[in-house]
């Protein structure tokens, strides 16, 4: 199954999903040296590594830029990201880390997609795709 997305970071990956329900830090939420969640939240233990990184929007300082930065350098940083909504620090740490990141709209996506789907994330062309 398709859904439309809106284009933040051009790129194309795959992967497993990782799923949060919750806003994201990654100054003090992310270790930018393992991609493991510290911050207490539903993915708190978790790594981002080679994931589609699925959540709502950023939160925090403007320094989480960097660590999605530093996370690309360390080879830890997730295939992807989707959110809801996208705020610049978010866009502007995948932009220079060479992240795809895209916004999907459609609640449906959000009901359906689980931790552990396989999805597709053209941020090129415009849509993410489940692949069941």
Not at 22 to 29: D, K, P
Not at 62 to 89: D, F, H, M, Q, S
Not at 91 to 103: R, T
């Amino acid at each position: 199954m398709k859904f439309k997305c809106k284009i933040v970071s051009r790129g194309y990956a795959e992967g497993e999903a990782l799923v949060s329900r919750e806003h994201i830090s990654f100054l003090g939420g992310v270790d930018k040296d393992t991609g493991v969640v510290v911050a207490d939240s539903d993915l708190k233990g978790q790594s981002v590594a080679g994931k589609i990184l699925i959540f709502p929007g950023g939160k925090g300082s403007t320094v989480g830029t960097y660590v999605l930065l530093n996370l690309k350098k360390n080879g830890v940083a997730p295939n992807a990201i989707v959110n809801r909504k996208t705020e610049p620090i978010i866009a502007v740490g995948a932009v220079i880390a060479g992240i795809p990141l895209v916004e999907v709209n459609d609640e449906v996506f959000f009901e359906m997609v689980k931790t552990g789907d396989r999805l597709r994330v053209d941020a090129k062309n415009g849509y993410v795709e489940l692949i069941k």
